[in-house]
């Protein structure tokens, strides 16, 4: 974190991922002074205001002494926020959290910038378990990759990929990951009142047994396929349940499922490029 500690970081755009990310720095010890956010909702800059950055509806005036601009607009308004900054990037690493903007979108946009590294984060960040994928081409010194990972990793895990398309699939795996669980605990609740359970009852069970099974996997030497067979006994309950998911083919449409997410990723980013010409 030593270095990202020693420069200055300018959000474009306060919204809930930019909280996220400046709540993690302050945490790791970047000093409120060394971070400006530009945003233009009075609301959004009078709650920044409270944990003392610097705050301003100025794009121009945000980035002028950072050396690090984490783009954090949402994907309609890039073109028309990123326009008029074109040519003020230079000396300046660009850290990008907007989904589906391409490294070369944003390159265009901005007159030309090589120093640009594409994130695709998640949710989870803001309460510090974010699961994040980067990417950067050849272009991009170590040094840079070094400090925009110190960025990221003050709000979870950090993951590097080999290629910009394979942003798309961790859009479909990580980005929008969140919701695939959520759903299943939709599920589970509800089975759970099905089955006589009071909604409170149900819900505490289901949401402590996703902690308590995440955590499992994250800490086990044994593989998610692993730990779901030292659960299932046969001819038991588990085994039971899991049946029924094999004869949906729950695993299958799964795949399928997050195949759909990568190729409506890919379409996002085409129609993003298209639009920012």
């Known amino acids: 974190m030593s270095t990202a500690l020693n420069c200055n970081i300018c ?3 306060g919204g809930n991922m930019a909280q996220a990310l400046i709540g993690g720095l302050l945490s790791r010890g970047l000093p409120a002074t060394r971070i400006t956010v530009s945003d233009p909702v009075e609301k959004v800059r009078q709650l920044l205001q409270e944990k003392d950055l610097h705050v301003t509806d100025n794009n121009v005036e945000a980035i ?3 050396d690090v601009v984490v783009l954090a607009v949402k994907p309609q308004v890039l073109a028309s926020v990123l326009k008029p900054l074109a040519g003020l990037f230079a000396g300046k690493l660009i850290v990008s959290i907007v989904a589906g903007a391409e490294i070369s979108t944003i390159s265009k ?3 030309g910038a090589e120093r640009i590294v594409r994130v695709m ?3 989870p960040a803001l309460v510090q378990t974010g699961a994040h994928g980067l990417y950067a081409a050849e272009a991009v010194s170590a040094k840079d990759r070094e400090l925009a990972g110190q960025i990221l990793a003050a ?3 950090t993951i590097w990929v080999s290629s910009e398309a ?6 479909a795996v990580s980005g929008s990951g969140p919701a695939y669980f959520f759903y299943m605990m939709e599920s589970m609740i509800r089975a759970g009142k099905n089955l006589g359970l009071d909604e409170k009852t ?3 069970l289901t949401l402590q047994t ?3 099974a995440a955590q499992m996997a994250i800490t086990s030497a044994n593989t998610p396929a692993e730990l779901r067979k030292n659960v299932t006994s046969p001819n038991g309950t588990t085994q039971a349940a899991l049946e029924v998911f094999d004869r949906a083919q729950i695993s299958q449409n799964i795949q399928t499922a997050l195949a759909a997410a990568q190729k409506r990723s890919q379409e996002l980013a085409q129609e993003l490029s298209d639009n920012s010409k």
């Open 121 to 123: 984060p998640n949710t």
């Open 11 to 13: 959000f474009i755009g």
């Open 202 to 204: 149900a819900t505490a």
């Open 64 to 66: 002028q002494d950072a």
């Open 166 to 171: 394979q942003i798309d699939a961790v859009t």
């Open 109 to 111: 946009l901005v007159g």
């Open 155 to 157: 709000t979870g895990l």
């Open 210 to 212: 996703a902690l308590g």
